[in-house]
């Protein structure tokens, strides 16, 4: 009997000026990764980093040439973006991803495998125990899920946590994502997947400080954008007919 949890398991890593954080975050995943699935492959999306972001994703890859691959945007072009690259480039029945920056410990994963096995869910979902950012990011951010929830009904416990497990049926069979620079597309994909009739379910995880860079999620031009998407979207569902 196989002790690996998954038979194959795809993970991919969103990554914008994270030079101080991604060979940290890479040498603490890859040992969970090799142990959890017997198939696996690590997928690196560099946005557009004008940092060594690109640099040190190449030596990373240099361990690992077949398992390991970059994708790079240029210029950058915002979570969206990276977010989709990660999923649409994934080649394994089950994807994950986590934010580069370290605030996440991967060996939670096998709280979501656990989960999902339980429940035979499509899409299993973080939400913070306890989130390591400042009050007005927490405050902003249950604004957002509640705008969210009021208009799409998407009543989940956190929206935008950077650390999911999915089938990649949802991806193959949802219409195509379409936020890109703004903070829309988890909200997006969370929406259209249960539209679909995908089984969500969720989980609590850890979350921890930052080692070193900044987030970018709440520059003005980035809120300013997934509002944008939000209403686009609202608008499309309830008005547009193909």
Not at 34 to 42: F, N
Not at 160 to 168: A, E, P, Q, S, T
Not at 187 to 207: D, M, N, P
């Amino acid at each position: 009997m196989s002790s690996y949890l998954l038979p194959e398991l795809s993970l991919f890593l969103p990554c914008y000026n994270e030079q101080d954080n991604l060979q940290n975050t890479v040498e603490k995943t890859l040992p969970i990764l090799k142990k959890i699935a017997k198939k696996w492959e690590l997928i690196i999306v560099d946005d557009g980093s004008k940092d060594k972001t690109g640099d040190i994703a190449k030596k990373i890859q240099s361990t690992y040439p077949n398992n390991i691959k970059i994708i790079t945007h240029s210029p950058n072009r915002g979570y969206g973006a990276a977010f989709k690259s990660g999923f649409y480039n994934a080649k394994y029945q089950w994807i994950t991803f986590i934010d580069s920056d370290g605030q996440f410990d991967f060996n939670e994963i096998s709280k979501f495998v656990a989960l999902q096995q339980k429940t035979h869910a499509d899409i299993v979902i973080g939400y913070y125990l306890s989130r390591r950012v400042s009050k007005s990011v927490i405050i902003t951010s249950k604004l957002w899920e509640m705008i969210v929830n009021i208009l799409f009904g998407l009543k989940v416990k956190d929206i935008d946590c950077g650390f999911k497990l999915v089938n990649k049926k949802v991806i193959d069979s949802i219409s195509k994502l379409e936020a890109e620079r703004g903070a829309f597309i988890s909200s997006e994909f969370l929406i259209k997947a249960k539209r679909f009739g995908f089984k969500i379910a969720e989980v609590g995880i850890h979350h921890y400080p930052r080692g070193g860079g900044q987030a970018t999620g709440r520059k003005l031009d980035v809120i300013i954008k997934s509002f944008t998407d939000l209403f686009r979207l609202w608008f499309k569902m309830n008005f547009k007919r193909d």
